[in-house]
C-alpha cells in the first residue's frame, strides 16, 4: 500500500511537472512565431508564462513596440482560459482549431501619451490619393488639423490605462473594452466563431448584425469645451464645424444623411454618453441603410441614452463636378522675355538645374525664403543665405514647397 502510494505521488509530480513544461514550452514557441510574424511592424517581448491545472496560461508583463509609435503598449498580464488542460495543450498544439468555448484577458493595458505619438517618417509622406475623411475632430483654428495625442494631455489624460476582454462562446463572441478615462466599448457578435483564418476578414465569422455599445465617460464634454476654448468657438458652434465636415465626407462618397443623424452626431460631439447601435460589417456602409428616397427604407437600429432614435439613414446622391472659372483657365506661367532679368516660376522637380542660381521658395505657411541654391536631394533642398557677412544653408523639405521661383533673363522662344 505504501508503494502504491508513493508511485501515485511520483506519477502526480511527473504529470504536473510535465503540464507546466509542456505550456510553457508550447506557449514560448508560439509567441515567437507571433513576434516573427509582426516583426516588420513592431517589436513583441513575450515576458513571464505561468500556467494552472484548470486550463489556464498567463502571460506577465508583456510588452509590444510598433515602430509607427514613440511609446509601447504595456500588457501587465495576459490571460488565455480553456477550460481543461487538456484543451489548453491542444490549443496551443495547433491554434489554427480554437476550441468552442475560450476566454481572452488582458488587464492593467496601459500606453503613456506624448506630444507627437507617430514618428517622424509615418507623417512625412501624407497620402495625397487617400479620400476625403468621412469626418473630422479639431482643436485648433485650421479646421483641417485633427485632434492629436497632445490635445489629450492638455485635456487631463496622460495616458491610455484599461483592460480587455475577448469571450468566444457557441452562440456568440463577446469583446469587452474599459478605459479609465476615455470611456468604454462593448462588441456582441451572434454566431461567430473566430479562427486564425478569418482573423483578417472580419466580415468571414458571422452574418452579424453585431451590436456595438460606446460608453465615452464624460469624454466628449472634457473634448467639446477643451477644443471650443481653444478654436475662440462656442460649444455648439465647434460641433456644428463636426457636422459639416461629416457632411462634406459623405458627400465625397455620394451619400447624404438624414436629418436626425446629423442631429444625433452633433448632441454626441456636445455631449456623450451612450450609444448603442447595430452593425453589418459585411455591407458597405457597416448596416447603415441607404435609402434610394427619404420617404420609404429601413432605419438604423441606433439607441441613444437608452432611447431609440428614429429616421437614422442616408440618402445617395449625384456628385456634379463644379465647372472651372474662366480664370483657372488663362495661362498661369507668363511669357518669357529675353531682355528682362526677373523672377520665374518652375518647378521643384526641376531643380537640380539650377545649382547656384538666386532662387526664391514660398512654403506652405505662406513664408518666403530667398538665396543661393547650394544642394538638392531626394527630399529636400538647401538654400544659403548671407547672414553676417557669411553664409548659411537651410534645409527646405520639398513637400512644403508650394512656389519655386528663379531670377534669371527669359529664355528666347
Known amino acids: 500500500m505504501k508503494r ?77 482560459e480553456t477550460g481543461s488542460p487538456v484543451t489548453l495543450l491542444t490549443t496551443l498544439l495547433n491554434p489554427e482549431s480554437l476550441p468552442a468555448q475560450w476566454r481572452l484577458s488582458v488587464e492593467q493595458a496601459s500606453i503613456n501619451l506624448e506630444p507627437t505619438m507617430f514618428r517622424n517618417w509615418v507623417t512625412a509622406a501624407p497620402d495625397e490619393a487617400a479620400q476625403v475623411p468621412l469626418t473630422t475632430l479639431s482643436c485648433a483654428p485650421d479646421p483641417r488639423q485633427q485632434i492629436s495625442s497632445g490635445d489629450l494631455m492638455r485635456m487631463g489624460v496622460p495616458d491610455i490605462r484599461g483592460d480587455l476582454v475577448l469571450e468566444q462562446t457557441p452562440g456568440a463572441l463577446r469583446l469587452e473594452l474599459n478605459t479609465r478615462e476615455t470611456g468604454s466599448l462593448e462588441l456582441t457578435w451572434p454566431d461567430a466563431r473566430l479562427t486564425l483564418g478569418n482573423l483578417n476578414t472580419p466580415a468571414a465569422l458571422g452574418p452579424g448584425p453585431v451590436r456595438l455599445t460606446l460608453r465615452d465617460a464624460g469624454l466628449m464634454r472634457r473634448m467639446s469645451a477643451y477644443c471650443a476654448r481653444e478654436t475662440g468657438l462656442e460649444v455648439s458652434a465647434w460641433a456644428g464645424r463636426g457636422v459639416v465636415a461629416l457632411e462634406a465626407g459623405l458627400r465625397a462618397r455620394a451619400l447624404e444623411a438624414s436629418p436626425q443623424l446629423l442631429a444625433l452626431y452633433r448632441q454626441w460631439l456636445m455631449e456623450g454618453g451612450e450609444l448603442s447601435l447595430s452593425l453589418s460589417p459585411a455591407s458597405e456602409m457597416l448596416g447603415l441603410p441607404v435609402r434610394p428616397n427619404q420617404e420609404e427604407g429601413a432605419d438604423w437600429e441606433v439607441t441613444y441614452n437608452g432611447a431609440g432614435v428614429p429616421d437614422v439613414f442616408l440618402t445617395p446622391i449625384q456628385q456634379v463636378a463644379p465647372e472651372p472659372p474662366a480664370k483657372a483657365l488663362e495661362p498661369v506661367v507668363p511669357p518669357e522675355d529675353p ?8 518647378t521643384v522637380e526641376r531643380a537640380g538645374d539650377w545649382l547656384g542660381h538666386r532662387v526664391r521658395v514660398t512654403l506652405s505657411n505662406d513664408n518666403d525664403v530667398e ?43
Not at 531682355?339 to 518652375?346: A, G, I, K, L, N
Not at 527630399?379 to 514647397?401: C, F, N, Q, S
Open 4 to 80: 502504491l502510494l508513493s508511485f501515485l505521488i511520483l506519477t502526480g509530480i511527473v504529470v504536473f511537472a510535465g503540464f507546466k513544461a509542456g505550456v510553457w514550452w508550447l506557449m514560448d514557441q508560439r509567441l515567437a512565431e507571433a513576434r516573427a510574424a509582426l516583426s516588420e511592424t513592431g517589436v513583441l517581448e513575450r515576458g513571464g508564462i505561468s500556467s494552472s491545472l484548470d486550463g489556464r496560461v498567463i502571460v506577465r508583463k508583456a510588452r509590444w513596440e510598433d515602430f509607427r509609435l514613440t511609446q509601447p503598449l504595456q500588457l501587465g498580464l495576459v490571460e488565455l
Open 339 to 346: 531682355e528682362v532679368e526677373q523672377w520665374y516660376p518652375d
Open 371 to 413: 538665396g543661393r541654391l547650394v544642394s538638392v536631394g531626394e527630399r529636400d533642398l538647401e538654400i544659403a543665405r548671407t547672414v553676417a557677412g557669411g553664409e548659411v544653408a537651410y534645409p527646405i523639405l520639398m513637400r512644403a514647397i508650394t512656389q519655386f521661383e528663379v531670377w534669371r533673363r527669359g529664355r528666347p522662344e
